[in-house]
């Protein structure tokens, strides 16, 4: 369902003509170059999307991804660099892959790869400002990925008609 949910988030930003960037088509090669570099499993709808899009930016709305010349030096640019670093720096435990920029309250939207199911995918959930420790519940925002990422563009359709 999380691939098809990318599908048909793709299908509508391009039917109600809304205008976004990305960095494009990347190859599974480099998706799994970046998995073994996260030592992870990504989820199918996130594979998806990375395969097809590489990136996502919209007026007010980013998705981390690959950059355009991911390929030169993986681990140093794009979202393998950003996951690495909110390791680095702020704790985040191995199976949190964040998703983008704070959310203007110092939280983040994440992949929560612990919850992995049987169709390889996993909830989105909301990682809070202070880190795990402060709420061991974290908040599940949507199923998987597609889901996620298709209510983010009805999202923006929605700002864009009014």
């Known amino acids: 369902m999380s691939v098809q949910s990318v599908i048909q988030a793709i299908d509508l930003l391009r039917k109600k003509k809304i205008d976004f960037e990305c960095s494009g088509v990347k190859s599974v090669k480099l998706i799994n170059e970046a998995e073994k570099i996260l030592n992870c499993k990504l989820p199918e709808g996130y594979r998806y999307f990375l395969e097809k899009l590489g990136n996502f930016y919209t007026k ?77 519940v974290l908040e599940i925002v949507a199923p998987d990925f597609g889901t996620w990422f298709l209510e983010q563009v009805q999202e923006q359709i929605k700002r864009k008609i009014e």
């Open 60 to 136: 007010g709305f980013f998705i981390y991804g690959f950059l355009n010349n991911e390929a030169e030096n993986i681990s140093n640019s794009g979202f393998v660099w950003g996951v690495l670093n909110d390791r680095r720096n702020f704790q985040f435990p191995d199976h949190i892959i964040t998703l983008d920029d704070d959310r203007g309250d110092g939280s983040t939207y994440t992949l929560d790869l612990s919850q992995m199911n049987e169709s390889n995918e996993c909830p989105v959930v909301i990682w809070p400002l202070n880190g795990y420790e402060d709420t061991p």
